[in-house]
């Protein structure tokens, strides 16, 4: 465990010792920011029309409805398809351009330890920026009154499918000594992930099943409903899993073992 | 120590390292020399448990390392080609790093990293960013970092490459006041730098061993007799009659001659000092004595001579490199 957390020290530092936690972290509010704004000025607006019409029997706008569960969906795709490969791109890349992969590799320490390692530090950079989207959802608290309950969901879903994007990002970061390459790959990968339940609209059969039960989104919606599903919890954990299993490999593979 | 036998790699089809095996005492500052490419890299990385064999293996404080990596990795102080520095850390941070996941205890942390700071004249520099230090500070913080364990083995990985003769001198310094406390591999296609350093040579060519040995044994074995330059004044003929009749004397040949004085090369019997002899010889017959010296082969005309031919020729490879000679006798 200690040399699980030094190296996850070490990263942690490496991100804020450069410009990519700031930017990281700048890049997420500001969007983060517009979609809470956008959404949030939607809800006043059509909230405010509607009971200028009366209400006429609609059911009421929820806060949770229109600003949260969006917010969450939206800040999604931004951490998908842009944050995550330039968080993951350095973990394994930078090492193995600058050299330090030997400083790590001939050290006293397992090739799961250090894989822990990298993978902790990056969750928890990515863990701050889950916070910033609790700091803007909590001024909801401050003007309105949203049910708190479901956000505990909405977290916990927030935070399983940035991990899972963080592992196999790391996997593909192992590939290469360029960073670039590292951060295009991974998004075009999260990309096709993302887009993969696509497949239902068009083929219903077990293949359209199959694409979209892989898909990242498609475990997300019950999240940001929230509601917390036990299926969709093991299949975030499983992509955790299965990231970290092929870093391993692919660690295992630099050695010349396969 | 280090023992390593029969080790064999191989990248798809290329064979990086062919059946390799040496031994390295306690203690002992073993140099492994050879052009580039020829293996050292991968042999030295093999042992350090950053890349894995296809074959042989390689034991070190009695441990496998394809069996027991994490013992063997605690035992060994590491530096590669390139120092495996991190550039935005400071020099302080970076050895309080190395020295955690090497296993130091937190409460020595700070003494240890006092002592290599010391050692490898790095401490004036504790507090700057590794990035923006000379490459020769990059070297040694390299080296500190090695050193963080105190460790058993020390393996570099050409220590000196890339300084200035300054700085090359003081690390040779450096590495051979480590001889005793620790035993040292270090590789090289620099040749003084294995005299000055090691007490004993493996030389590899194209992934094999061609030849191990004390650097001065290297030159005797190979060469089978001993030169004395002589340079003096008189008819040449006469010297060269002269010297040859000095008993210890197989053949003099003339070097070079410009107007009236002459250098030979007097090849004498091995181990056999007529530097005195040749002198008289010179002397009283009442010619002029210039310079009188042993020219021995130089360690570059062995490694050459090991390196550029006679493996190619129909030379079975060597079977059991540490006791072989596998050398042509010197041609002239």
Same mark, same amino acid.
């Given at each position: ?110 090739? %799961?330890?250090?894989? =822990? !390692?990298? +993978? #902790?530090?990056?969750?928890? &950079?990515? *863990?701050?920026?889950?916070? @910033? ?18 956000? %505990?969901?909405?977290? =916990? !879903?927030? +935070? #399983?499918?940035?991990?899972? &994007?963080? *592992?196999?990002?790391?996997? @593909? ?18 990309? %096709? ?66 | ?332």
């Amino acid at each position: 465990m200690r040399n699980i957390l030094a190296i996850a020290g070490k990263e942690l530092r490496a991100y804020f010792h450069s410009p990519i936690a700031y930017l990281v972290m700048a890049v997420y509010s500001v969007l983060c920011g517009f979609f809470f704004y956008s959404f949030t000025a939607t809800y006043v607006v059509q909230s405010l029309r509607m009971q200028a019409m009366g209400g006429m029997g609609a059911p009421p706008m929820t806060l949770n409805d229109y600003v949260i569960r969006p917010l969450f969906e939206g800040v999604l795709s931004v951490v998908l398809l842009l944050l995550i490969p330039l968080i993951t791109m350095r973990l394994y890349a930078e090492e193995k351009r600058s050299g330090t992969i030997e400083l790590l590799l001939t050290s006293p320490l397992t090739d %799961l330890e250090i894989i =822990l !390692g990298k +993978f #902790l530090g990056a969750l928890l &950079l990515y *863990a701050a920026m889950v916070v @910033i989207t609790f700091g803007y959802v909590s001024t909801l608290f401050i003007y309105g009154n949203p049910d708190a309950k479901p956000l %505990l969901a909405q977290a =916990l !879903g927030l +935070f #399983l499918f940035g991990s899972a &994007l963080l *592992a196999l990002g790391m996997w @593909i970061s192992t590939f290469t000594k360029n960073q670039i390459i590292a951060a295009v790959v991974s998004f075009a990968v999260f990309l %096709l992930f993302y887009v993969f339940d696509w497949v239902t609209a068009y083929s219903s059969g077990t293949l359209g099943k199959v694409f979209s039960y892989l898909a990242f989104t498609t475990h997300f919606d019950t999240f940001a409903k929230g509601v917390i599903d036990l299926r969709d919890l093991v299949y975030y954990l499983s992509v955790i899993v299965l990231g970290i299993f092929l870093t391993a490999r692919s660690v295992e593979a630099l050695k010349g073992r396969v | 120590m280090i023992e390593v036998e029969n080790l064999t790699k191989r990248y798809g089809p290329t064979l990086a390292v062919s059946n390799i095996s040496f031994n390295v005492q306690e203690g002992e500052i073993l140099g492994f020399l050879g052009p580039n490419g020829a293996g050292k890299t991968t042999t030295m990385r093999i042992i350090t448990g950053f890349l894995s064999a296809s074959s042989g293996r390689v034991r070190v404080s009695g441990f496998d390392v394809a069996e027991q990596p994490l013992e063997v990795k605690k035992r060994i102080g590491y530096l590669p080609e390139n120092p495996p520095v991190y550039p935005d850390m400071t020099v302080n941070e970076y050895l309080a790093f190395v020295g955690r996941i090497k296993g130091v205890p937190r409460s020595d942390l700070k003494k240890r990293i006092g002592e290599v700071s010391e050692k490898c004249a790095v401490a004036n520099v504790a507090n700057r960013q590794i990035g923006k230090l000379s490459k020769g500070y990059r070297q040694r913080v390299g080296l500190a970092q090695a050193l963080m364990v105190n460790p058993d083995v020390l393996i570099l990985d050409e220590p000196t490459a890339g300084l200035d003769p300054k700085q090359i001198i003081e690390t040779r310094e450096l590495i051979k006041g480590l001889a005793g406390h620790h035993t040292v591999i270090l590789s090289t296609h620099i040749l003084p730098e294995v005299s000055r350093t090691c007490q004993r040579v493996v030389v590899i060519n194209q992934g094999k061993v061609v030849a191990v040995g004390a650097p001065d044994e290297l030159t005797a074995r190979l060469q089978g007799y001993g030169t004395v330059l002589v340079s003096a004044e008189g008819p040449a003929p006469e010297i060269i009659g002269k010297l040859q009749s000095v008993p210890g004397v197989n053949l003099v040949e003339p070097r070079e001659a410009a107007e009236s004085r002459v250098t030979l090369e007097v090849h004498v019997e091995k181990e056999r000092d007529v530097r005195a002899e040749l002198a008289r010889a010179v002397v009283e017959s009442g010619w002029k004595l210039f310079e009188l010296k042993t020219s021995g082969m130089s360690l570059e005309d062995i490694f050459l001579k090991l390196t550029t031919h006679d493996l190619s020729e129909g030379k079975p490879a060597p079977e059991n490199p540490p006791v072989q000679q596998d050398a042509a006798p010197a041609e002239n």
